[in-house]
């Protein structure tokens, strides 16, 4: 660990003391003592922005500073746009019982919560969670979709960003026909395994999956990813009837990303490139 006493262009950071774990800053920003106060000056102004951000916004927001890709916004407003196309494509359902599974950190409560009666599923031990679940009066289910069979009476499940992270991802969907009640439908999103960023990290001999070691951690990372035909022949294996299934891209604005240029880069590529190389698979079924 590296302290250094920190300047931002003519203002200094707030104490000055910045702290920089400088074995995780990639290598091209700690080879040097000056660029070693750059990282020191963004890590110290990120996380005061934060941290101020979170004195001015409502418990239900939650301000994510940390994320290397990101600007530090609130995360709700990042991905809103993935539940409002889950929204449209369950037919924008009123008067529902609705199922989020994997629902941390509640995001799609503010979308389907207004007219349904909403419940989340999912292991967490997040505080803010924990809270934003009891200030909504949120009914949850703090179980594991690779154990729990427990018959469900929801009208609509949503099963989104979930199935990459799971260590078992067939005995999920098992165990998710044995929850879903007759006619439910349920919605599913995970990342294509075609996408064109995955090919190009390949290309380059990187890795698009996450370290092993995260299985141990909070937040296990994606350990496999998914082609749309193959998740739903899966799908089907396990019970479902398939509605519809198609690739489609699912990128936050560019507004939202540290490097707006890269983002803006990024997403058009994403809107020129055959849609089989889209960054997420969706697909619409019902038990």
Same mark, same amino acid.
């Given at each position: ?168 991802? &067939? ?37 698009? &999956? ?39 891209? &699912? &990128? ?36």
């Amino acid at each position: 660990m590296q302290r250094h006493t920190a300047e931002c262009g003519e203002q200094p950071t707030l104490p000055a003391i910045a702290i920089v774990f400088a074995s995780n800053a990639p290598a091209d920003t700690r080879s040097t003592p000056k660029n070693r106060e750059i990282v020191a000056c963004e890590f110290t102004q990120l996380y005061a922005l934060a941290y101020f951000a979170r004195l001015a916004t409502p418990m239900d927001e939650l301000i994510v500073a940390d994320d290397p890709l990101f600007r530090p916004v609130d995360i709700h407003a990042r991905e809103l746009y993935r539940f409002q196309r889950a929204f449209e494509a369950t037919q924008r359902p009123t008067g529902k019982k609705i199922l989020d599974i994997g629902a941390y950190p509640g995001t799609a409560f503010k979308v389907f919560g207004q007219h349904n009666q909403y419940q989340s599923f999912g292991i967490t031990q997040s505080d803010y969670f924990s809270e934003f679940l009891r200030r909504n009066a949120i009914v949850h289910i703090n179980e594991s979709i690779e154990s729990y069979r427990a018959p469900s009476d929801a009208d609509i499940i949503l099963f989104m960003e979930i199935i990459e992270h799971l260590r078992q991802p &067939l005995r999920a969907l098992q165990n998710l026909r044995a929850i879903a009640k007759p006619g439910a439908l349920i919605y599913v999103t995970t990342n294509n395994a075609s996408y064109y960023g995955y090919i190009l990290k390949l290309i380059f001999g990187r890795n698009p &999956l996450d370290s092993i070691a995260s299985e141990a951690s909070d937040y296990p990372g994606h350990t496999r990813y998914y082609g749309l035909h193959e998740l739903m022949t899966e799908m089907s294996r396990a019970g479902f009837e398939i509605v519809s299934g198609r690739h489609l891209n &699912l &990128l936050p604005a560019v507004r939202f990303y540290r490097n707006r240029a890269f983002a803006a880069v990024k997403n058009s590529i994403g809107a020129v490139v055959p849609a089989r190389y889209a960054t997420h698979i969706e697909i619409v079924a019902r038990a």
